[in-house]
């Protein structure tokens, strides 16, 4: 039986998002996104994958809210 995570993924993900936003994805190490999110290298990669696919992630989820953002109505949710 697998562990509950015992991090808050939204957060980290926006921690991720921060730093591939400030440093770049070529210039993020795992290393670096390892000491923003405090997480060890089995969580990120169990939870994430690899640095490729986390980044995916971020961008998919940055686009659905960007996109949400974009597409509401005033007087909508």
């Not at 926006?14 to 996104?33: C, K, L």
């Not at 923003?36 to 940055?62: I, P």
Request: hydrophobic share 40%; charged share 25%; aromatic share 10%.
């Amino acid at each position: 039986m697998a562990r509950p995570r015992g991090f808050d993924e939204a957060a980290v993900l926006r921690a991720v998002r921060e730093e591939f936003w400030v440093t770049g994805y070529a210039a993020t190490s795992v290393d670096d996104i390892l000491a923003v999110t405090g997480l060890g290298k089995g969580s990120l990669s169990g939870a994430f994958g690899d640095k490729h696919q986390l980044f995916v992630r971020v961008f998919n989820e940055h686009c659905d809210e960007t996109i949400g953002i974009r597409t509401q109505r005033p007087g909508r949710s």
